[in-house]
């Protein structure tokens, strides 16, 4: 039972490695989908816990000893696979095929937000739904931002990027990749993935894991104290992200209206979309039952 479920935390990770390189879609997003997004913020706060205790090294252990590693292995094995292989055929998608790939994304996202609305419990009060709108709107308005562009970005200016995109690791509703694109370094990113640049990556990795420790030990606390307000602020969240998915869109993401003969197979692609979240929802609550 243990060796089919560190199968199936491998295919996890892979799902959440994959998003993390498609601008609009996050890996929080498919980490609530696959049912072990509090295990990952979890395991990141205890990892940040143990840095910060390296004065006391017995309560170092004790955060080090908590970490489940029986899960977060595969998990990232899955991850760092996916991430690996994706960057290489998930950007000709995006180029040759960008409204049917945005298609099957948007339904997943759309479907997927049925998962933090059950966590928080029916029925939704006045203030509450306020808020989802609100939220919605925020990031429906920042998505709509323009693209930058940065040309041989200083080494500060790629960890401050990854501090920044990191945080959509774990935030449902947010894409690191297209925080990076609005930054200007998503090119630059995948293009170090692909050609193996290790000075790059070893500068966004840093950045990465300074951003992350800085942000998961509130959400952490959020969870904790807030859990639902937290999961109706990530229903907005989830909400407005789908702007970056709408199928017609400028290079300069002004949205435009839906071509008639690309309508049909556009809903196709998408209500497949969510269907695959769906049968993946099913197919958690069944391992969790076993």
């Known amino acids: 039972m243990k ?26 997003t498919v980490a609530l989908i696959v049912g072990v997004y509090q295990t ?21 252990r004790r955060h080090w000893n908590s970490l489940p590693w029986g899960r977060l292995i595969p998990l990232a094995i899955g991850m760092v696979t996916a991430i690996v292989v994706a960057a290489g055929f998930i950007e000709p998608l995006l ?12 339904g997943m996202i759309l479907a997927s937000v049925a998962i933090p609305l059950t966590m928080a419990g029916f029925p939704m009060r006045p203030g509450e739904t306020l808020l989802i709108v609100l939220v919605a709107g925020g990031v429906f308005t920042a998505l709509g931002l323009p693209a930058g562009s940065v040309t041989q970005p200083a080494w500060w200016a790629v960890m401050l990027s990854a501090a920044v995109a990191v945080c959509a690791l774990v935030l449902p509703g947010v894409s690191g990749s297209f925080l990076l694109l609005t930054l200007g370094l998503y ?13 790059y990556l070893g500068l966004f ?8 420790s800085s942000f998961v030990l509130l959400l952490q606390w959020l969870l904790d104290h807030a859990r639902r307000l937290t999961l109706v602020v990530m229903t907005g969240l ?32 998408g209500l497949g979309g969510a269907a695959v979240v769906l049968v993946l929802m099913g197919l958690e609550r069944l391992i969790r039952r076993r």
Do not use: K
């Not at 993390?20 to 996050?26: A, L, M, R, Y």
């Not at 090119?187 to 000075?199: G, H, L, Y």
């Not at 990795?205 to 992350?212: D, E, M, N, P, R």
């Not at 290079?251 to 196709?268: F, I, K, N, T, W």
């Open 187 to 199: 090119d630059d990113t995948i293009a170090a993935v692909n050609d193996r640049n290790f000075e």
């Open 40 to 60: 990952l913020i979890g395991a990141i706060a205890s990892v940040v816990r143990s840095v910060l205790s390296l004065g006391t090294p017995s309560a170092a």
């Open 3 to 28: 060796f089919l479920r560190g199968v199936v935390d491998i295919f996890r990770g892979a799902a959440i490695g994959a998003a993390e390189t498609i601008p609009g879609v996050s890996g929080g």
């Open 95 to 106: 180029t040759n095929y960008p409204e049917l790939t945005r298609a099957a994304f948007f």
């Open 205 to 212: 990795f840093l950045g990465a894991l300074v951003g992350v």
């Open 238 to 269: 989830l909400l407005g992200s789908l702007r970056a998915l709408w199928p017609w869109q400028s290079d300069s993401r002004e949205l435009l209206a839906a071509v008639p003969g690309e309508v049909g197979a556009a809903v196709g692609v």
